[in-house]
Each structure stands twice: as C-alpha cells, then as structure tokens.
C-alpha cells in the first residue's frame, strides 16, 4: 500500500513538484509512523520549498528511527557549523 504513494511522493520530488510530494510522503507517514525513509524524503520536500523548520524536524525524526543518509549527514553538518 505504501509502495504507490512514496513512488508518486519521488517522482514528484524528481519533477520539482514538492508540493504534491510532501502530501505523498504525509500520506505515507500516516499509513506507517515508522517509516524512516517518508521522512526523510518528506525532508527534502521541505527543504526545496524552503520550510526549513519542517525540513529539521523530519530529518531529526528520520534519525531518530534509524534513517541516516547522505543528505541527512550534510544538513546535520550544516548545524553544527552554525551552532
């Protein structure tokens, strides 16, 4: 069932329409809680509409369940320089 909806959530993404895939990954994260990759993905998202705060919180949650990847990384990086 979530298969469909974080395809369509990345190929929106894929496509610079973030907006419709932020509401794929919202989906997909109401489905599943748990699931890490929505998050992370849904992060993105944020990230490309400039809603920094959503992004951080995403990111942070994607951490939190064990969702750590290349972008995460960097924008964790990102952080700690500024701190």
């Known amino acids: 069932m979530l298969r469909p909806i974080t395809r ?11 907006k419709k ?6 989906k997909a994260i109401k489905i599943n809680p ?26 942070l949650t994607a951490e939190k369940l064990g969702y750590n990847t290349k ?3 960097s924008l964790l990086k990102v952080q700690n320089k500024e701190i």
Do not use: M
């Open 21 to 26: 895939a932020i509401s794929d990954f919202t």
């Open 8 to 18: 369509g959530g990345r190929a929106y993404g894929n496509l610079g329409k973030n």
């Open 71 to 73: 972008f995460t990384r």
């Open 34 to 59: 748990n699931y890490a990759k929505a998050f992370n993905n849904r992060a993105a998202g944020y990230f490309y509409t400039k809603n920094y705060v959503k992004s951080w919180q995403d990111v």
